[in-house]
């Protein structure tokens, strides 16, 4: 009896193993930049980038200091890792008039997306942000993080170093 649940929990491990080792992709869902460009998600890693995308809206506190801190770390990850963040504001309809002077006035180097339909964030299933997510150079979602604490930036530098020699 004991081998034979030993057995079910060791199959049960494996199957969960397995699902969890398939590639996850970004979806193919096209949204617009601030300037109004229609840019496809699923295709952003295609230039063999690490792509992080960080959603945020105006009037969350949490991702506009997440997004603040990274940018003072921003050039070198590129340097060193080859990254590129994209900053994907789920503001609604009423308030995406707010997200270029957000962005003009906190001088972010990020390109912005638009997501006022909420579209890409019902695709990947989550909540609240701030939220991120790490594309690794094939495009498959290779880390996620909800929420941010101070220092959460360097935890997302360590998962890009490891992204980086692979």
Not at 129 to 146: C, M, Q, W
């Amino acid at each position: 009896m004991k081998n034979k649940a030993l057995g079910l929990c060791l199959a049960c491990f494996l199957i969960i193993q397995f699902s969890f080792a398939q590639d996850k992709k970004m979806p193919s869902i096209e949204l617009s930049d601030v300037e109004g460009n229609k840019v496809d998600v699923s295709q952003l890693s295609k230039d063999g980038k690490i792509i992080i995308f960080s959603f945020w809206a105006t009037w969350c506190v949490p991702c506009k200091k997440e997004l603040t801190n990274i940018m003072d770390l921003y050039e070198e990850w590129q340097k060193k890792y080859n990254v590129e963040l994209i900053a994907v504001s789920i503001d609604d309809s009423r308030n995406t008039t707010k997200v270029k002077p957000t962005v003009d006035g906190t001088g972010w180097p990020y390109r912005v997306l638009l997501d006022p339909n909420q579209e890409l964030k019902r695709a990947l299933s989550f909540q609240n942000v701030p939220y991120t997510i790490v594309a690794d150079r094939s495009g498959n979602i290779s880390y996620i993080h909800n929420g941010y604490v101070e220092g959460d930036e360097f935890e997302l530098e360590e998962k890009l170093k490891e992204l980086a020699v692979e």
